[in-house]
Structures are given as structure tokens and as C-alpha cells.
């Protein structure tokens, strides 16, 4: 059975990488969502395009609460509490690239 996966993606350095691996898993037969939060992204290269359009194509979704994601790279528009709401159905959260204060 397919599992659902959220990457919750903050971080703008490893922003467009955990869009990839959000990729990665519905390739892997997973349902799998990345949710670009309060970061916005600058131009994004014909790879990472495609990468999006792939996770749609694999039944996933790129989200973003950020307007300038929406109208320069077509991402779908949400607010934080349309992502908890849809966070509940999940099985799988991932936070990704969320840096350790510690770095140990």
C-alpha cells in the first residue's frame, strides 16, 4: 500500500533539493507532497522545472504560502492552516533541511 509523504521545506537552501526528493518518493510508488514555506524562490532551472511537473504527473503537488512562488513557477497556493489540516491525512512529515543548532 502507497503511503503519503509531506516535506515540509523552510529552508531556502534546501529548498529545491527536498523538492526533488519529494520526487523521489512518488517514483519509490509513494503519494508525495512538498510544502515550500515562507521562502521564495528565484529562477528555477529547466531541471528543477520538470522536477515539479513530474510530481504532478506522479499524483503529488508542490504547495507554497508564498505569492511570488504562485504567479513566477505556477506552484499551488495554501495557507498554514490548509497544510495542518492536510498534515492529519499524512502517515509520513518529513522537515527537511531544518539545521541542527548543535551541529553534532
Same mark, same amino acid.
Given at each position: /500500500?502507497?503511503?503519503?509523504? =509531506?516535506?515540509?521545506?523552510? !529552508?531556502?537552501?534546501? %529548498?529545491?533539493?527536498?523538492?526533488?526528493?519529494?520526487?523521489?518518493?512518488?517514483?519509490?510508488?509513494?503519494?508525495?507532497?512538498?510544502?515550500?514555506?515562507? !521562502?521564495?524562490? %528565484?529562477?528555477?532551472?529547466?531541471?528543477?522545472?520538470?522536477? &515539479?511537473?513530474?510530481?504532478?504527473?506522479? $499524483? =503529488? $503537488?508542490?504547495? %507554497?504560502?508564498?505569492?511570488? !512562488?504562485?504567479?513566477?513557477? =505556477? /506552484?499551488?497556493? &495554501?495557507?498554514?492552516? $490548509? &497544510? =495542518?489540516?492536510?498534515?492529519?491525512?499524512?502517515?509520513? &512529515?518529513?522537515?527537511?533541511?531544518?539545521?541542527?543548532?548543535?551541529?553534532?
Amino acid at each position: /500500500m502507497s503511503k503519503k509523504v =509531506g516535506f515540509l521545506l523552510v !529552508n531556502k537552501e534546501y %529548498t529545491l533539493d527536498g523538492i526533488r526528493s519529494t520526487l523521489g518518493l512518488a517514483v519509490e510508488n509513494m503519494y508525495s507532497y512538498a510544502y515550500v514555506m515562507n !521562502n521564495e524562490l %528565484t529562477d528555477l532551472s529547466d531541471y528543477h522545472k520538470e522536477n &515539479i511537473e513530474w510530481v504532478r504527473d506522479m $499524483e =503529488g $503537488e508542490v504547495y %507554497t504560502t508564498v505569492d511570488a !512562488n504562485v504567479e513566477k513557477h =505556477g /506552484m499551488v497556493k &495554501i495557507s498554514l492552516e $490548509e &497544510i =495542518g489540516k492536510q498534515l492529519r491525512d499524512l502517515e509520513i &512529515i518529513i522537515p527537511y533541511g531544518i539545521l541542527r543548532s548543535d551541529k553534532s
